[in-house]
């Protein structure tokens, strides 16, 4: 089974430039989140979809980032105009169901990650 | 803000020893699970415990829950080289109600060193 497709997996950009991420989840997940993590630090979520709506995007800085995912399958993170504390790595998962749904089994897969650095 | 918190935040061991990593929440829980990060790497899932378990099992791997301290703790028994990486533990949530947000929290992680 193909896992989470990320990318580009690295990318340096200078401020105030514009960057997009892509990720390609499990075939078949419903769920897909973009996780944002910085150096030294546990994963922040910025966005989960269920399909192609929007779960929770409480953390995602919107006046700067943005995401899509159309048809409910991929899945556009975009960062514009950005900052030098958005150098992190920038982590999509995928799962069959919502977290309140996981089994032992039936898990949150996680890509590589982009890892992106401002200068 | 996170909702689990590991300790500690650093662990250094031999091989053949066991580790033990510890993660404390602050909010009524509808599952918790454990996170393995190789360096560069993304998140692996390593186990889940539902908040009516007070242990889980698997492999090398032992979990345990206790919720009226809102807290968890991951042992890794006979640890090995291959070991070496970030623990993170992550926490479904519910409302005041008992119903889940259905999405995960991660605290900041335990950085394991497992020297041959």
């Known amino acids: 089974e193909a896992g989470v497709a990320q990318s580009p997996r690295y990318k340096i950009i200078e401020k105030r430039q514009s960057v997009a991420f892509w990720c390609n989840p499990i075939?078949?997940?419903?769920?897909l989140y973009w996780y944002q993590q910085i150096l030294g630090q546990g994963p922040k979520l910025l966005i989960q979809f269920q399909n192609n709506g929007v779960v929770d995007d409480s953390q995602l800085p919107k006046d700067r980032f943005s995401a899509e995912r159309l048809k409910g399958v991929d899945s556009t993170l975009k960062i514009q105009p950005a900052k030098l504390e958005d150098s992190a790595v920038y982590l999509c998962?995928?799962?069959?169901?919502?977290?309140?749904?996981?089994?032992?089994?039936?898990?949150?897969?996680f890509g590589e990650g982009s890892w992106l650095t401002v200068v | 803000s996170q909702q689990g918190e590991e300790d500690p935040q650093a662990l250094s061991i031999q091989e053949g020893e066991n580790a033990t990593m510890n993660c404390s929440y602050k909010t009524s829980i509808n599952n918790l699970q454990w996170y393995r990060q190789n360096s560069g790497r993304g998140l692996v899932h390593l186990i889940l415990i539902r908040s009516n378990e007070r242990e889980k099992h698997s492999g090398r791997l032992r979990v345990t829950l206790d919720t009226s301290k809102k807290s968890s703790s991951l042992l890794i028994t006979a640890s090995r080289a291959a070991d070496t990486a970030s623990y993170f533990c992550?926490?479904?949530?519910?409302?005041?109600?008992?119903?889940?947000?259905?999405?995960?929290?991660f605290g900041q992680g335990t950085i394991l060193t497992v020297h041959p």
């Open positions: 992550a926490t479904d949530a519910t409302n005041a109600g008992g119903t889940s947000y259905g999405k995960l929290t």
């Open positions: 998962a995928s799962s069959l169901v919502s977290p309140r749904n996981i089994e032992t089994g039936n898990t949150i897969y």
């Open positions: 075939s078949g997940h419903a769920t």
